[in-house]
């Protein structure tokens, strides 16, 4: 199975299991709750910037103060998201649908 075939099955298993995976999510919590707020701290103290960048878009949607209107690469008004190139600075943001935003961080992994 090649990674389109992977990526298919796993969305087609996935949408067609819906419950049974939340069932299962849900009992993993309960069980691991110690390590995941563990994992939670963790994250939060090693991705202070990255927190207060999406704190901030998000406040200032809800306040609309801004708004997401269209992918600024692909146009698309579907399944949009704020992307923010450099975390330390929360006001500069780019709009990008979830497709081209994906591409974007791959992009980004791939020049490192």
């Known amino acids: 199975m090649n990674g389109a075939e992977r990526r298919e099955y796993n969305a087609r298993y996935q949408k067609e299991n819906k419950d049974k995976l939340r069932e299962k999510k849900k009992i993993y919590k309960e069980q691991n709750k110690e390590k995941i707020n563990e994992e939670s701290k ?41 992307h923010h190139p450099d975390y330390k600075k929360p006001t500069k943001h780019k709009v990008l649908c979830k497709k081209c935003h994906v591409k974007t961080h791959n992009n980004l992994r791939a020049s490192k």
């Open 42 to 82: 963790k994250y939060r103290k090693n991705n202070k910037n990255k927190i207060k960048a999406r704190s901030y878009s998000g406040g200032m949607e809800r306040r609309g103060k801004i708004t997401k209107q269209k992918c600024s690469l692909c146009g698309s008004k579907e399944e949009l998201e704020f």
